[in-house]
Antibody
């Protein structure tokens, strides 16, 4: 059973950074792009960025470019997303999603991680 | 990259059919057959319903179908059921090798 398991909820102060992990199991991790998607309270889904199966390519939303970084540790089948210079507008549930390489759709999802930014 | 445009809400009676539109540009929806649709219940992760415009993953009811014309993609739910009440989001690959979601549509079953 393919699964993506994310790290737990975080509370951060404005200006800080947050790092969320997404660990894969049950499928060939090396064949999947991992995407990050967030959802602010009561709002829609926002695509943030992705990393290639080998970790050599990343693509980011223009809106978050410069503040978001996605990395990958193939030895532990884990992907990390770091978001810096946090403001209250970054308060959201953050999801990781898996895309079998080249298919352009997300067929596996993590359970979501709530990040709260508050002074 | 602006969000794809979806109606805020669509409603229908049980057994009826409804269609949700998703309008983008030639740089995303119109330029590629890489539109997918996701269903989301409150406080749950999204679930893939349609991929590559009109394909259903294994296990998804054939009451769900997708199509595309020009810069607009559509999701049709036929034989509407109470369990279909949820939020629906379209997503498209873009010319920048990024992705963009629609702003979401709340489906209500009357």
């Amino acid at each position: 059973q393919a699964q993506l398991v994310q790290s737990g909820a975080e509370v951060k102060k404005p200006g800080a950074s947050v790092n969320i992990s997404c660990k894969a199991s049950g499928y060939t991790f090396s064949s999947y792009y991992i995407h990050w998607v967030r959802q602010a309270p009561g709002q829609g889904l926002e695509w943030m960025g992705t990393i290639s199966p080998t970790g050599d390519r990343t693509f980011y939303s223009q809106r978050l470019q410069g503040r978001v970084a996605v990395t990958r540790d193939t030895s532990t089948s884990t992907v990390y997303m770091e978001l810096s210079s946090l403001t209250s507008e970054d308060t959201a549930v953050y999801y990781c999603g898996g895309e079998r390489s080249g298919t352009t759709y997300f067929d596996y999802w993590g359970q979501g991680t709530l990040v709260t930014v508050s002074s | 990259q602006s969000a794809l445009t979806q109606p805020a809400s669509v409603s229908g009676s049980p057994g009826q059919s409804i269609t949700i539109s998703c309008t983008g540009t030639s740089s995303d929806v119109g330029g590629y057959n890489y539109v997918s649709w996701y269903q989301q219940y409150p406080d749950k992760a999204p679930k893939l319903m349609i991929y590559a415009v009109s394909n259903r993953p294994s296990g998804i009811s054939d009451r769900f179908s997708g199509s595309k014309s020009g810069n607009t993609a559509s999701l049709t739910i036929s034989g509407l059921q109470a369990e279909d009440e949820a939020d629906y989001y379209c997503n498209s690959f873009t010319s920048s090798s990024t992705y963009v979601f629609g702003n979401g549509t709340k489906v209500s079953v009357l």
